[in-house]
Structure formats: C-alpha cells, structure tokens
C-alpha cells in the first residue's frame, strides 16, 4: 500500500493522477479533472491551504484562466498581429512610440514585473503601423520573461521585419519579486535597452532618443546592447 492510498483511504489508488486528496476529493465532487486545476490545487495544499474551503474552491480554474491569458504570447503569431501592416514609406526620420504600458511575468518567480517601454527606430524604407508597436511589446511581455531577454526580442523583432537603418528599445519596470520580498531597495527601477543599428553605432543618435525620452541622465546605463544584472535576485 502506498503512503497516497492511505492518505486518501482507497487502497490500489494510482498515486499519478490526480495525485493529492484534494485532487480526488474535487474528482469525486466534480466527476472531473484538469491537469493544470490539479497542480494549482496540489499547490495550495502545499502552502498549507484547503483548496476546497468557499474562497479557493474557484482558485484553480481562475488561476488557470489567468495565467493563459498572461502567457498567450507563446501562442500568438507576430506575422498575424501585424497583419500587413508593414508599409513602404520614402521617410527616414526618427519613430518613436514611447510610454507603452506592459505587464509581464519574471520566470524566475512568476511574479509580475511592469512598467514603460519606450521603442524608437528608424526607417529605411518600410514602417510598421503605430497601434501595431503596443501590441508586439504584448506578444513578447505575455510570456515567462526576463527583462532583458524581452527588450532584446522587442528590438530584434522589428529589425527583422522591416530592417530599419536602427531600433532601440529601453524598457522601465517594477519587480515585485523585488519590492514585495523585499530584496534590496524596494522602489528600484530596472532600465534595459537594445540598441541595434545606428542607435548601437552613432552616439549622436542614441543620445537624441533618449533625451527624447527625458531618459538622458540615466544615459549611463544605457551604453551599447542590453544591460544584465539588473534583475530579480534569481537564485532566491
Ligand atoms: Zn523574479
């Protein structure tokens, strides 16, 4: 007899699925289970919670809504967000769409991190319309990320899909697994950039979007590619 079959009394139970007494007492009540609504049960026991006590018993399947939903980037085409919208354009001043509110998800903790993201490049001969640059910073920053990696992806993204003379990318943000744990200062911001083509090349040009952002004073950290280790504290 195994220690899962006498916890749950059922002598022979497989211990595999569903695996926890919350597991099956929600199996016996529902006549169902979700994978995904079994582990965020598993997790609540772990914590030391009843899952199945009036304010949790919905838990598992929200949590399983919402982290779908803040994770949808993995399942989401960047070809069909833009959707055409990739214009050629005899224009090659500075673009620059800037305080663009994202919310993503540190994969180190999964807590959120948040903030501004500022995107800047200019064209050679396509531009991608205005309202498509928001959405792309929402494929990227609905995923497991690091901040880094997310503004790197961000600028590399728009360089491949209409090759400008250069794009820059900084993005500000919050880390709750930062302020809410309480590592370090709690009201640091993390500043990341990507700098690629005549941003990475022409100091001049770097120096103009960023004062453009009002972000020159921090231009000290904003040198040449992304910055690293202005992250969570990730072995914690
Ligand atoms: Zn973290």
Known sequence: MTVSAIVNGVEGLPIAEPGTRSGLVHMQRTGTIDPMQDLIRQLLSGLGED????????????????LTFLTSGYRTDIDEVLNGA?????????VIVKDIDFYSLC????????????????????????????????????????QERLTGQIAETIREKIAPLGVAVVMEATHLCM?????EKQNSCAVTSSMLGTFRDVAR???????????????????????????????E
């Open 205 to 235: 040009t770097r120096m103009e979007f960023l004062e453009l952002l009002q972000l020159s004073s921090r231009a000290g950290v904003l040198r040449r590619g992304p910055s690293t280790n202005l992250e969570c504290i990730a072995e």
């Open 107 to 146: 994969e180190h903790h999964l807590l959120p991190f948040f903030g501004k993201c500022h995107v800047a490049y200019i064209p050679s001969n396509r531009v991608i319309g205005l309202s498509k640059i928001p959405r792309l910073v929402d494929v990227f920053s609905r995923r497991l990320q690091v």
């Open 86 to 94: 990739l214009f050629t354009v005899d224009y090659s001043e500075m």
């Open 51 to 66: 899952p199945e006590r009036e304010g949790l018993v919905n838990t598992p399947k929200r949590v399983e809504k919402s």
């Open 179 to 183: 302020s809410m744990r309480g590592v």
